[in-house]
């Protein structure tokens, strides 16, 4: 694992852009795989500067995210859909056919088919080229929860009490987060050929030093990527903090 301590956020996410910066420059239309949440915020800001000020292009890039809480519309403004709308694809010259984001709405029926569709795109395109994560308190990574399997594709899964506590500053009740969301899985995550996570922030920093010299366990989602052969972790001191 390579690790990168930044200064303060600011940094980390100005690494982070360069990370995307790069990768463009060596493919244009490269296959990036997106997260949501807090962390990635400052990154999705860096990369609409270098695009307005036309030092990077999107015209060709395909992006999949990671999650979306099931039951949600993609007009609802607490959905991933919305999020990535706002946050990063409205200011960037990005062809709408190339965003792949999951569908909250998919009726139960459906959603075996539907899941295995969207892993089915990423391998159709190719495979994923570049996966951005962030890490939940409980060292989940998208919305694969302790005791994911490591062998877990993109499927429908129950969000644990920790991530609807930790979720819950975006919505006006804690009683409004959705239970359930379609997730990568964690084997749908391992098969991107480059992985960077972003953590920021004290309350990260025990799962960042699980994920990175702790026990490889399924408890510790974040954990897998000790077995991948190409993770950059941008930290800030916070989130670095507890692995000296
Ligand atoms: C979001 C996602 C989650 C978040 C994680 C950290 O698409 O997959 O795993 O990355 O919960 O969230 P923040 O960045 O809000 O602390």
Do not use: W
């Amino acid at each position: 694992m390579n690790i990168i301590t930044t200064k303060n956020y600011e940094e980390l996410s100005k690494k982070a852009a360069e990370l995307v910066a790069q990768q463009l420059q060596q493919k244009p239309n490269s296959v990036l795989g997106l997260a949501t949440g807090s962390t990635p915020l400052g990154l999705y800001s860096q990369l609409i500067k270098l695009h307005q000020s036309g030092q990077l292009f999107f015209k060709d890039v395909v992006t999949f995210n990671l999650d979306e809480y099931f039951g949600l519309s993609g007009s609802d403004e607490h959905s991933y859909h919305h999020y990535m709308f706002a946050n990063l694809f409205n200011q960037l010259d990005i062809a709408s056919a190339n965003i792949f984001i999951p569908d909250g709405l998919i009726p139960l029926t459906e959603i075996k088919r539907y899941c295995f569709d969207y892993e089915q795109s990423i391998i159709d395109h190719r495979g994923i080229d570049l996966q951005f994560l962030g890490i939940g308190n409980n060292g989940h990574l998208g919305f694969n929860e302790p005791g994911s399997s490591f062998n877990s594709v993109t499927r429908l899964v129950d969000l644990s009490a920790n991530t609807i506590t930790a979720n819950a500053r975006f919505f006006s009740d804690q009683n409004l987060v959705p239970r359930q969301a379609i997730t990568m899985g964690l084997a749908t995550i391992m098969k991107a050929r480059k992985i960077v996570l972003l953590a920021s922030g004290i309350a990260k920093a025990e799962a960042v030093r699980q994920a990175v010299v702790g026990e490889v366990t399924e408890l510790v989602p974040a954990s897998i990527l000790q077995q991948h052969r190409d993770v950059t972790l941008i930290l800030d001191p916070d989130a670095a903090s507890a692995l000296k």
